[in-house]
């Protein structure tokens, strides 16, 4: 197929007595990218968008006139366009829009889950270490003079069963144990109330003054020992034992 472009390219250079260096170092393109172009070697561009630009930059550092230039030739180009599956410059230029704009989203994208992720390890942080929560570690069963009976059962004295009733004032991780059975284990919150009775009540609390507690109709004051926890021991016969 005769290379009309390439040998038209050639051909304003050569009317006007250019070489290809000056070409060169006038538009700071390499010699190999114009012999290139003057033999349609269109395969050493990574687009026809360069070549175009190419070709503009050929014609303005001849001295030619690049309008007439692409008019004269304006159905070769687009012969050469369908043949390398490329778009027309118009589109090729909206489809650089676009990438550009798919990468400015993925990365507010990506900024935005950085942000998201670090404001869930902020309230977790906040949930594990605040008043009340309960506590980070494996939780050792407190030990107590009298070691808790498995079940009620197997424990009846003569006295009355322990009646308990808490209220919150704010919030307060806390477990009930009734013998060696868990009845409750959760974080309550401002206004919850919490009732039970039992002949061997063990109480293991995370913000002990967050709660009010009351024993068989008498209130009863809970101070922790260290820190915010607090363990208690009720039962008839030993109404309270701290540890």
Same mark, same amino acid.
């Given at each position: 197929?005769?290379?009309?472009?390439?040998?038209?390219?050639?051909?304003?250079?050569?009317?006007?007595?250019?070489?290809?260096?000056?070409?060169?170092?006038?538009?700071?393109?390499?010699?190999?990218?114009?012999?290139?172009?003057? $033999? #349609?070697?269109?395969?050493?561009?990574?687009?026809?968008?360069?070549?175009?630009?190419?070709?503009?930059?050929?014609?303005?550092?001849?001295?030619?006139?690049?309008?007439?230039?692409? $008019?004269?030739?304006?159905?070769?180009?687009?012969?050469?366009?369908?043949?390398?599956? #490329?778009?027309?410059?118009?589109?090729?230029?909206?489809?650089?829009?676009?990438?550009?704009?798919?990468?400015?989203?993925?990365?507010?994208?990506?900024?935005?889950?950085?942000?998201?992720?670090?404001?869930? +390890?902020?309230?977790?942080?906040?949930?594990?270490?605040?008043?009340?929560?309960?506590?980070?570690?494996?939780?050792? +069963?407190?030990? +107590?003079?009298?070691?808790?009976?498995?079940?009620?059962?197997?424990?009846?004295?003569?006295?009355?069963?322990?009646?308990?009733?808490?209220?919150?004032?704010?919030?307060?991780?806390?477990?009930?144990?009734?013998?060696?059975?868990?009845?409750?284990?959760?974080?309550?919150?401002?206004?919850?109330?919490?009732?039970?009775?039992?002949?061997?009540?063990?109480?293991?609390?995370? $913000?002990?003054?967050?709660?009010?507690?009351?024993? $068989?109709?008498? #209130?009863?004051?809970?101070?922790?020992?260290?820190?915010?926890?607090?363990?208690?021991?009720?039962?008839?016969?030993?109404?309270?034992?701290?540890?």
């Amino acid at each position: 197929m005769e290379k009309v472009l390439g040998q038209a390219l050639k051909k304003e250079r050569e009317m006007r007595g250019v070489s290809l260096d000056d070409i060169a170092t006038e538009t700071r393109i390499g010699t190999r990218y114009l012999l290139a172009l003057e $033999n #349609e070697d269109f395969s050493a561009f990574p687009g026809f968008f360069y070549v175009r630009y190419y070709i503009k930059n050929y014609l303005r550092a001849c001295g030619a006139d690049e309008t007439a230039f692409f $008019n004269t030739h304006y159905d070769y180009l687009q012969t050469i366009l369908a043949k390398m599956g #490329e778009p027309p410059p118009d589109q090729y230029l909206s489809k650089l829009e676009y990438v550009k704009f798919k990468k400015r989203k993925t990365i507010l994208i990506i900024l935005l889950l950085l942000l998201l992720l670090a404001a869930a +390890f902020l309230y977790w942080n906040f949930t594990r270490t605040r008043p009340g929560a309960a506590p980070s570690g494996p939780f050792a +069963f407190p030990a +107590f003079s009298a070691a808790p009976i498995a079940y009620e059962k197997e424990f009846c004295p003569d006295r009355a069963a322990v009646a308990l009733q808490m209220t919150f004032s704010d919030s307060c991780w806390l477990q009930l144990w009734r013998g060696g059975e868990k009845i409750v284990e959760k974080v309550f919150v401002k206004g919850d109330v919490l009732a039970g009775h039992g002949y061997q009540l063990v109480l293991v609390m995370g $913000n002990p003054a967050a709660a009010r507690l009351t024993v $068989n109709g008498r #209130e009863w004051p809970l101070s922790p020992l260290s820190g915010n926890g607090m363990k208690l021991l009720l039962s008839p016969d030993q109404l309270p034992e701290t540890m």
